[in-house]
């Protein structure tokens, strides 16, 4: 059974930073691109970064560029979300997803994700 979970979550002020991990299990990694989401009430949920499979290519949004780091351990089945200089607008229930590599980055298709975790920024 193919399973996403997310960690690391949380409250943080404004200016601070979150780590989010997302384990994988029973899908092998490099198979796989990997995707974050988010969805704050009321929004539509937004594709906040994509890793490739091999890790060659990474896809920002333009909100999170220059503050979010993806990377990914395909040894691990680990994929981490480093988040810095966090917004109040960055609050949201993140989402870890996974694409089959035979797919592109661009969200179309996604067949894989987590439960999320809850990210909330406010002082």
């Known amino acids: 059974q193919s399973q996403l979970v997310e960690s690391g979550g949380g409250l943080v002020e404004p200016g601070g930073s979150l780590m989010l991990s997302c384990k994988a299990s029973?899908?092998?990694?490099?198979?796989?691109?990997m995707l974050w989401f988010r969805q704050a009430p009321g929004l539509e949920r937004e594709q906040v970064v994509c890793?490739?499979?091999?890790?060659?290519?990474?896809y920002y949004a333009d909100s999170v560029k220059g503050r979010f780091n993806i990377s990914r351990d395909n040894t691990k089945n680990l994929v981490f979300l480093q988040m810095n200089r966090l917004k109040p607008e960055d609050t949201a229930v993140y989402y870890c997803?996974?694409?089959?590599?035979?797919?592109?980055?661009?969200?179309?298709?996604?067949?894989?994700w987590g439960q999320g975790t809850q990210v909330t920024v406010s002082s």
């Open positions: 890793i490739s499979s091999s890790g060659s290519g990474i």
């Open positions: 997803a996974a694409t089959p590599r035979h797919y592109d980055c661009s969200g179309s298709v996604v067949p894989y």
């Open positions: 029973g899908l092998t990694l490099p198979y796989y691109h």
